[in-house]
Every structure is written in C-alpha cells, then in structure tokens.
C-alpha cells in the first residue's frame, strides 16, 4: 500500500509508546508501506526526529505527547489517529522494566508499573478495538516480555503487571477475533540491542558484543507479518529471540 506523492494515506497505526528503538522500528515499517503513523509518548518532542526521517522518506507520520494512564487523552489519541486515515493497527508498546526486591517494592512503584504495563494496555486495547470494529477488521498487537510468562528474582511488580497485560490480550483475542480484529501479544523473550541494556551488562561487567542482542528492525518485521496474516491462520502469541538465546 504505497501512496503517491500527495496523497492522503488510506490506513493508520496508532503506536502508544513509540520510544526510540521497537516502537520507532515499528513506526518505520509501517511507514514504509504508506501507513500513517499516529505515534505518542512521554515527551512527545523526542518524537521529532523519527517524524522527520519518516517523512524525508516519503511517509508521513504525527507525533504526540501521551500519557497512556489517563483515559481521556488515549480516547483522543486514538479519535485523532483514526481521522487522519482509516485506523487499521493498534500498537501496546509501554515499557516498564524495572527490577526490585520485594522488600524494596513501595506501594508507588507497584501501582506505577501496574498502571504503565496493564492499565494502559487495556485502555489502548479498548479505545483501539472501538475505532477497529466500524471498519470491519484491524489488528490489535500487545507487545510482551519474559517476565509475561514467567516470573522473576526481582520482578514482583514488572511480572505482575506483564502477566495482567497478557490476559488482557488473551480475553480481548477471544472476544474480538470473532469479529475480525486480530489481537496479538509478542513476548519478547531476550534483550534488545538499546542502549540500556547495553548499560547493564556492563554495569554487571559483561560485554554487550558477548551476545547476540535483537535488532529492533527485525522485531518489527513481525508485527508487519502479523498484520498481513491470513484470517485463517492467526498467531496470538509468538515469542521472539536470537538463535543463540538460551530458554
């Protein structure tokens, strides 16, 4: 689906948490093929430069400031995405992961990570699969960790609320797969080349070229893959990792 110079694009993706590496490889390929990209996030001023290289490409792309928490302000996220071009996918993209010992786990940080991870996940979903459901078909894509399946030392509020973001994903697959909204949630199950996880193994006195971390380009290319699945063969949840990733 690829626009001519001057034309209005004729789908979007609405992206909520469009952050500098899975969610702008994301806005990228979808980009690519003439979508719309609707992209928000904290400090959606940081969201210029991908609109810029989007757009010198040819594409076209809206970049917000968004507070996934607040209901109001997904509701209008999504309205805005869905006047721009017809929606046609919704991206879950928040990330929350943070590492405490139980006993170091405040009240505030729990509820924080709970309300980023699954609270707004189910927000996104829900005013997502209400613009979706008029067009007749869309996707609806969670994206996940290993702390979604399994937990972890450390982990009681990041794997709480990925587990709640997964069952959110789950249920709504149920309900709306019947009615032509594919909903999916990707475990992204080992660490992806950023610069943060780069700072912690070496903080832990590794070294990053050790290991084969994952490309965010390449972790895009399958929500690209599960947007264009045959109705007939729908994936809910594939889990991604390098070759060399133990599991």
Known sequence: MQNLPGQKPAAS???VGAGDYIGSAIARRFALEGYHVFAGRRNGEKLAPLAAEIEAAGGTCTGLSLDARQENAVTDFMGRADDAAPLKVVVFNVGTNV????????????RKVWELACYAGFL???????RLLPHGRGSIFFTGATASVRGGNGYTAFASARFGL??????MARELGPQNIHVAHLAIDSGVDTEWVRQRIAAKGGSSEERILMNPASIAETYWHLHRQPRDAWT???DLRP???TW
């Open 13 to 15: 993706v609405a992206i």
């Open 99 to 110: 590492s405490f010992p139980v006993l170091e786990t405040t009240e505030r940080v729990f």
């Open 124 to 130: 996104t979903g829900r005013e997502g699969a209400r």
């Open 166 to 171: 997964r069952a959110v994903a789950q249920s």
């Open 236 to 238: 809910h949840e594939p």
């Open 243 to 245: 070759n060399s990733e």
